[in-house]
């Protein structure tokens, strides 16, 4: 109770690839509130997965001041990096990355001291351009009690993404995304990697970025999908933002796959052109706008309409797409 397991990593990815020694055997399971990682077993009984381990949280502000913790990847070296995202009281300041080893004890932190950002969420890191960009989403001490609008005004939730040196640790550079960037979570590179551009997705505004090195060295950045606000009634606004919360890239960097999370729909878009999103396909699976909800969307003509969601096997589809996957052949989202 209170654990809050938000998102998921493993002992070895390919970060390991050609490394006979490492499997991956390890499901990684921070807990954003009680700041506990688990550790579990998926190899000894697959049908049943067991407790390997707990990070307890007070080992982990003891030896780091971390709390918090969000996203998880594993490292070329065996470690496992997660981001944290505020100090044990959940003050944004104290947020940091949190490096556990091989046999998931508490190494310490991953950034130089001196460089944490002011805000984190989730991470990734292109090698071949020695960088690490990281995004921002707010104050633990505001997203815990639910989200208030009002903070995002009172600039306790972010708008930046941070250029790292990688495997360094040192901040090299923060990219301010402006009104257009507000929320920015989800960073993906471009999985080629020789490239460097990227996207990160902005939930409250419903845009998608794309970064990339500039001529000079430095990183840039400019919206390359915008998802208009929705005009609404029977909610607690006058618009709806799509909420984009999730997308994926298709393996070989053709495709790119959003979720709106308020609206209900996924998007494919064409990036064989980074900078040109084409928008090549689109499904309704829930959202706050289906056909018998209570919100309905008005058009340009001023008529209320809603959104057709197919049934699955008889049942109706419930909630809003929020994290999505896509099989590594492309074919099922």
């Known amino acids: 109770i209170g654990d809050e397991l938000h998102h998921s990593g493993w002992n070895a990815c390919s970060s390991c690839h050609g490394d006979p020694s490492t499997s991956r055997r390890f499901l990684i399971l921070p807990s954003l509130l ?5 550790v579990v077993d998926t190899v000894k009984d697959p049908r049943a997965p ?10 982990i502000a003891e030896k780091t001041g971390l709390g918090f913790p969000h996203t998880s990847h594993c490292l070329a070296t065996g470690d ?3 981001s944290c995202l505020g100090d ?38 292109q090698p071949r351009h020695k960088t690490m960009i990281s995004s921002s989403w707010g104050a633990p001490a505001a997203f815990r009690t639910g989200f208030d609008l009002q903070h995002v005004q009172d600039g306790l939730y972010g708008r ?3 250029v790292y040196d990688w495997p360094g640790g040192e901040l090299k550079q923060t990219l301010d995304l402006g009104s257009t960037g507000l929320l920015p979570l989800e960073v993906r590179f471009l999985h080629d990697p020789s490239k460097d551009t990227g996207y990160v997705g902005c939930a409250l505004t419903s845009n998608m970025v794309r970064f990339f090195k500039t001529a000079d060295g430095s990183w840039s950045h400019e919206v390359a999908i915008s998802i208009k606000p929705l005009k609404v009634r029977n909610w607690m606004l006058p618009e709806m933002p799509g909420l984009i919360t999730d997308f994926v890239i298709s393996l070989d960097d053709r495709y790119l796959y959003l979720v709106n999370w308020l609206h209900g729909d996924i998007r494919q878009y064409n990036i064989e052109d980074p900078a040109k999103p084409v928008l090549a396909g689109q499904v309704f699976v829930g959202g706050l706008l289906q056909k018998g ?18 049934q699955v096997k008889g049942h109706r589809l419930r909630g809003g797409p929020q ?3 896509l099989s590594l052949d492309g074919k099922r989202v």
């Open 80 to 82: 496992i990096m997660i």
């Open 50 to 59: 067991a407790l390997h381990k707990v990070v307890q949280a007070e080992d």
């Open 160 to 162: 930046h993404l941070h």
């Open 88 to 125: 044990k009281e959940g003050n944004a300041a104290g947020n940091g990355f949190l490096l556990l080893d091989s046999e998931f004890n508490v190494k310490g932190r991953w950034e130089k001291p001196g460089h944490s950002p002011l805000f984190g969420y989730d991470f990734w890191y």
């Open 34 to 38: 009680s700041g506990r990682v688990y």
């Open 323 to 325: 994290m999505i996957q």
């Open 293 to 310: 909800s209570d919100v309905v969307y008005v058009t340009d003509n001023d008529t209320e309409e809603q959104y057709a969601v197919p």
